[in-house]
């Protein structure tokens, strides 16, 4: 795992999207100056995207055909479909860039056929690396040298710890967990907000109380060795409140039934996107 931050680096870099994903990686990168804001290219067609980026003191493009003749990294934040239709246009940066793509479904096999055999590695973030509180799952394709691959690793470690797999498989799981993960998160805070309101809560009082209670748990997890589940039962006293609302979670293993569909209909919907391409 990749956790420290480096310093400023002179790699020229282009970000191809600047959407929801790609601003907050530009986000995460350029706060932890990890990159030299005058090193970055973004091309992102749409304007109020386009605007938002060049705020952060970058170098934006319309169009690639406007972009310098040399670059080190280009990563790929779009979605496979529009990687698909664009990728072949940066074939020109292959000979001394390496290629990111933090798509999910697209393998190197078909990231390479796209790219003329580029050095790819694949990447899958989340949405918390904008404020360094992510994570990220990197592979890397065929060529790629560790030198490489370190340099792709301490970059997206600005956003929050990164992990090396070894198996390309790994990404379409790490996908339903991580990379889909804060949706679920979000959804289940915006349940149990509406829950607080039905109680009697205050709405601003129950939107600070999910956030706060969230936020500490997840916290208290990360700095504890102890298991999730031993952290359930250290909360749960019997006979209390917990315990009351927990029989209707863990009854007949509802909730978990429902994870598991959850997470195994990410985890299909990724290995489709790339029988798809």
Same mark, same amino acid.
């Given at each position: ?191 149990? #907000?509406? $829950? @607080?309101?039905? /109680?009697?809560?205050? *709405?601003?009082?129950?939107?600070? =109380?999910?956030?706060? &209670? ?27 409140? #917990?315990? $009351? @609302?927990?029989? /209707?979670?863990?009854? *007949?293993?509802?909730?978990?039934? =429902?994870?598991?569909? &959850? ?15």
């Amino acid at each position: 795992m990749v956790g420290k931050v480096p310093s400023a680096v002179a790699d020229r870099l282009i970000l191809v999207g600047c959407g929801n994903m790609g601003y907050a990686l530009l986000s995460g990168w350029l706060g932890s100056k990890a990159l030299d804001p005058r090193n970055v290219h973004v091309v992102e067609p749409l304007a109020d995207l386009r605007e938002r980026a060049a705020r952060l003191g970058i170098k934006v493009h319309e169009t690639p055909e406007s972009l310098p003749d040399q670059a080190d990294l280009v990563v790929f934040a779009l979605k496979p479909q529009a990687i698909t239709a664009e990728s072949p246009i940066y074939r020109r940066f292959s000979e001394q860039a390496i290629f990111v793509s933090i798509a999910a479904g697209l393998t190197i096999r078909d990231l390479r056929t796209l790219l003329g055999k580029a050095r790819v590695i694949r990447a899958m973030p989340n949405t918390p690396t904008a404020i360094g509180k992510g994570s990220t799952v990197v592979f890397p394709g065929d060529g790629v040298q560790e030198l490489n691959l370190n340099r792709v690793a301490s970059l997206f470690a600005a956003g929050g710890p990164v992990h090396k797999v070894d198996n390309e498989s790994v990404l379409d799981a790490a996908t339903a967990i991580s990379g889909s993960g804060p949706a679920y998160i979000f959804y289940f805070m915006e349940c149990l #907000t509406i $829950a @607080a309101h039905e /109680l009697g809560l205050p *709405e601003e009082l129950a939107i600070k =109380l999910v956030k706060e &209670t969230v936020y500490g748990a997840g916290a208290l997890a990360l700095q504890t060795e102890s298991e999730p589940a031993q952290l359930r039962r250290q909360v749960t006293s019997a006979n209390g409140t #917990t315990e $009351a @609302a927990l029989s /209707l979670l863990t009854a *007949e293993d509802k909730l978990l039934c =429902l994870i598991r569909r &959850t997470t195994k209909a990410a985890f299909d919907r990724s290995k489709s996107l790339s029988a798809n391409a």
